[in-house]
């Protein structure tokens, strides 16, 4: 089959199109002819030699796929050979064909196109995991996502008004995006190029701090980041794009009794994974269905063309989703 191979870690340049066999599904798995997979962030650290795939997974860029069961592995009932679905996946997603953890299915609704359900897995159930999940978002109360333009953010806020429609939302975004975050239904967007998003929090807020926050900066943001969270306020990070270390007043966290809590998806246990799946499918796909949210797609392009979307996610060009497709 067709894929994106690295033959060694570096820029988008790296990123080649070449031949590599078809994977066979394991006990619990399918293999799925994929019809269109997605640029994550994750997938440029890992062309850089950062974040290699957890043991036993695929190689091979991309972390979700939508597309149609091709074959049964061993041990999966329930689900039948041409059946459109869409999964998260540890690996494979840039190819013809992948496998995926039967568990970890979501079916694609009928309203739903192949490119548009290629968006919904890494990036939403990310930002549900985190907000909602682990973040305990409540109704009326407020959260600060950062990085309003990419795929996770713009998930967020999607998420944020159709399950907590009685909360504030707050988005930190560049200068070019904070028209385009503010339509998606942020109330108060804060160019952090411009000023201290801690300060705008604090004003904004009459002193009282956000309820949640999620972040994808790390070291970079914890001093402001706990500066603005309320008093029993949850810290969930998720990135460390501004590094892994910073110091922390464990004084003032003790007294404002706050939570920092740290959050990857993709190297959880199979079976945690398909847990967090089923309350994901429960709770959020029915807004799918119902049109309620609509994944939001920056550009389609060609598999061959990963390199190009890999630039532009480095480049910080989209709003919302880069869509692969083999």
């Not at 972390?63 to 069961?69: D, H, K, P, R, S």
């Not at 689900?79 to 953890?101: I, N, P, Q």
């Amino acid at each position: 089959m067709k894929a994106i191979v690295v033959a060694e870690p570096g820029g988008p340049e790296v990123l080649e199109l070449g031949m590599v066999d078809v994977p066979t599904p394991t006990d619990g798995q399918v293999l799925i002819k994929v019809e269109a997979t997605t640029v994550n962030r994750a997938d440029t650290i890992q062309r850089l030699g950062h974040y290699p795939a957890p043991k036993g997974e695929s190689d091979i860029l991309g972390l979700e796929v939508a597309g149609t069961i091709s074959a049964l592995g061993p041990g999966v009932d329930g689900v039948a050979v041409g059946d459109r679905v869409m999964s998260l996946v540890g690996g494979g997603g840039y190819a013809e064909f992948a496998t995926a953890y039967a568990s970890h299915l979501i079916r694609i609704p009928d309203n739903m196109d192949f490119d548009r359900a290629a968006c919904v897995c890494e990036t939403y159930i990310t930002a549900y995991l985190n907000v909602f999940m682990l973040g305990r978002l409540a109704d009326g109360e407020a959260v600060l996502l950062h990085g309003g333009g990419g795929g996770v953010n713009t998930s967020g806020i999607q998420l944020c008004r159709a399950l907590r429609p009685a909360s504030r939302i707050f988005v930190t975004a560049s200068p070019t995006k904070l028209e385009r975050v503010a339509a998606l239904g942020a109330h108060e967007v804060i160019d952090y190029r411009a000023t201290e998003f801690a300060d705008v929090i604090r004003e904004k807020t009459a002193k009282r701090g956000v309820n949640v926050i999620l972040d994808h900066i790390g070291g970079k943001y914890l001093a402001a980041n706990l500066a603005s969270l309320a008093v029993g306020g949850r810290l969930v990070i998720i990135g460390l794009m501004g590094g892994p270390k910073a110091e922390i007043n464990l004084g003032l966290l003790m007294v404002k009794r706050q939570e920092v809590i740290g959050s990857v998806l993709r190297s959880r246990p199979v079976d945690e994974k398909a847990a967090i799946v089923d309350e994901f499918t429960s709770t959020a796909m029915p807004l799918f269905e119902r049109a309620e949210i609509e994944p939001l797609i920056h550009t389609v392009l060609p598999l061959a063309d990963a390199a190009e979307g890999h630039r532009m996610m480095e480049a910080s060009e989209h709003f919302g989703k880069i869509v692969l497709k083999p």
